[in-house]
């Protein structure tokens, strides 16, 4: 048997022990859940008038009910591992969403599912079409552009150069990717989104958390300011607050930290 089947254009079946590669008792954890629905979104073979890949922005995942109870405590740790799964899905397939990508994850009211196995309803929903989440239900809302929309601006590298290569001498570094660019320039770091600014550097993998325009940064060849623009979220520099609407400097290399963690940059120079 395989680990995710589709039942019909809009429903697909998931075995946990075949996804985990397990056999006995089996708990089911975030990971598996952000695996099952990766699995899922893989299955999508709609595509734009264009040829690019569109994915299912909605998920709906029933669980038995025990499994479910055991995963709801995990919810906060389930959002986590969902944004960096999906977004490393969506940028390995260039894919667009058609709005805000939502996973809610319910039990079988109807207690006919066998535990370990599971069922994902998908579908194309607007953001403005969907439904609020009811009482009971563990309800994810990703901002669309930290898991596609930066995919579709730029194309399927975790690099990016604001300059010509070979004229840069500093690198900014996070978990979804490096950017380089030379001394001397004044930067502007944030969430992936439209219309961004000149000198911007779009922060692959970012969530809501991450405010569009968050930060500025500015480097010579051994010290680096970093500034936080007024109605950005915290932004610590090597451990130290920046004012709003304020700039510090500091040596480098640099670590900064973006809304208390929720991402972590490494400024150097090359």
């Known amino acids: 048997m395989t680990a995710v089947a589709a039942e019909s254009l809009d429903q697909f079946r998931v075995r ?8 006995g008792p089996l708990q089911i954890d975030p990971f598996l859940i952000a695996q099952a629905i990766a699995a899922v979104m893989r299955e999508c073979t709609v595509r734009s008038a264009t040829g690019r890949p569109i994915v299912w922005n909605e998920y709906r995942l029933v ?3 025990k499994d479910f109870d055991l995963i709801r405590p995990l919810q906060a740790i389930l959002e986590r ?4 799964v ?3 899905e969506a940028h390995t397939r260039q894919a667009e969403l058609v709005g805000e990508l939502r996973i809610t994850v319910v039990y079988d009211e109807g207690d006919e599912l066998p535990q370990a196995e599971g069922v ?3 579908g194309f929903v607007p953001t403005e079409k969907l439904a609020a989440p009811k009482f009971g239900e563990m309800t994810m809302r990703l901002d669309s552009f930290a898991v596609a929309g930066e995919i579709v601006a730029h194309g ?14 500093h690198a900014l570094r996070w978990s979804g990717g490096i950017a380089h660019f030379a001394a001397g320039q004044t930067l502007v770091v944030g969430r992936p989104h439209p219309d961004a600014p000149p000198r911007f550097i779009s922060l692959i993998g970012a969530g809501a ?8 940064i500015a480097a010579t060849n051994v010290k680096l300011r970093v500034g936080r623009f007024a109605k950005a979220n915290p ?3 090597n451990g130290q607050a920046v004012g709003a609407g304020e700039e510090i400097e500091t040596n480098l290399p640099a670590e900064i930290s973006l809304s208390h963690g929720d991402m972590v940059l490494t400024v150097f120079a090359k």
């Open 156 to 169: 399927p590298t975790d690099t990016i150069s604001v300059d010509d290569m070979a004229q840069t001498t």
């Open 16 to 23: 946990f022990a075949e996804l985990a590669k397990k056999r």
């Open 120 to 122: 994902v309803r998908v």
């Open 86 to 88: 999906l977004a490393q």
């Open 209 to 216: 958390k991450v405010n569009k325009q968050h930060a500025w």
């Open 235 to 237: 932004v610590h520099v």
């Open 81 to 84: 591992d969902l944004k960096v």
């Open 63 to 65: 669980m038995a009910r």
